[in-house]
């Protein structure tokens, strides 16, 4: 038995989708347990090319079974969609995917109150996807959240009259307009009845795994810097995104998470607000433009930057990272030099992630190496010893300053462009 849980260790985007569905062929599950449609994973695979957001993205390997914990928060439109999806594409999830009852539902008046709440704060503005998932999770910490579970009582239709009288109050008062509660009543309606052959108590399933020893696969959404508490707050997701949420959104025992795949870009990309030390901000280079992506769930182009190690061997502290997956490392071909960050300095003093808040952070002197970079297009290199002695250099001065092997590495967006080492 082996539970696996992959990680990003920056802010997101690092390429756990591929990772995920790379590694799902030798998993018996594989399972989201924190946020909700506001990640996006993209996964190619002989299917085809999928952006994934609610569903596990090893689903394409037919001996896994999906789970989807009670710690993600759900659109239920968009866990549909993406159903139908991947049945037209000929994946076929029914009777290998299966929804918690404990999961919490993302309302229209959850998706307008993002909105409101980030026209509200002005230049204070987070830069949250607008999915509705920070006014969710608020909801579900104060009380105030709709489950799966209160449709199979007439609770569903009480709790949801009180929250309508509640939210309508306040999306008036910030300018918004009244939704109708009939209207959102049979909406929702019809969504369970679609979802409800999917919708099953999780618990006994992980716990006879467990007991089977059968392998599990943990897929995280976000990254290890978008952690609630770990992250650059406010600069943050709403939800925990290290090993440990396992535990609370899908009942995984902590001492049965065995190894941590830490999935780590060759260089680092965020996207909306908050500090990121080593961003270009020269939109006209080379380096920018080859950098330059688009975000799977938003369409905004991501903010780029060079590698940052403090960032990487902070993650590999917090969340007991055993392994790296080093992905898109054929982007950096063609530059004769690359930046490298290796620590920061405040007021002249050197300085950790830690040691600073997400303010802080965004003033910090960052501390540069130059590395020697390579020409050669590495994309169809499938083995280590097919690398320039350039390339090889760059992913041993990351195991070295992490203080973890990199066992794959990434060098296309296709699932067999990847060396394991």
Known sequence: MTVTSVIGTQWGDEGKGKVVDYLAGQMDYVARFNGGNNAGHTVMNEYGTFKIHLVPSGIFAQNTIGLIGGGVVIDPQVLLEEIDMLNKAGVGVEGRLWVSPRSHLIMPYHKILDGLYEKAKGAGATGTTLRGIGPVFADKVSYNGIRWSDFSSEMFETRLKVQMELKNKIIVALGGEVLNYEKVRDTYGEYYARLRPYIRELF?????????????LLEQAMGTFLDTDWGTYPFATASTTIPSAASAGLGIPPRYITNVVGVTKAYTTRVG?????????????????????????????????????????????IS?????CLTKLDI????????????????GKSVRYMDVDAYGLDEVEVDYKTVKGWREDISKAR????????????????????????????VGPERDATIRR
């Not at 080859?290 to 769930?297: D, H, L």
């Open 273 to 317: 607000g908050g500090p990121l030390p080593t961003e270009i901000h020269d939109t006209a280079s080379e380096v920018y433009k080859k950098f330059s992506e688009t975000a799977a769930t938003t369409g905004r182009s991501r903010r780029v930057g060079w590698l940052d190690l403090e960032i990487v061997r902070t993650a590999v502290q």
């Open 320 to 324: 007991g990272i055993t392994e790296l």
């Open 383 to 410: 083995s280590f010893e097919e690398l320039p002695a350039q390339a090889k250099d760059y992913v041993k001065m990351i195991e070295e300053a992490a203080e973890a092997p990199v066992k794959w590495i990434g």
């Open 332 to 347: 950096l071909s063609g530059l004769d030099e690359i930046q490298v960050c290796v620590g920061y300095k405040s007021n």
């Open 204 to 216: 006994g399933i992980v716990q006879d795994g467990l007991k089977a020893n059968k392998h599990f």
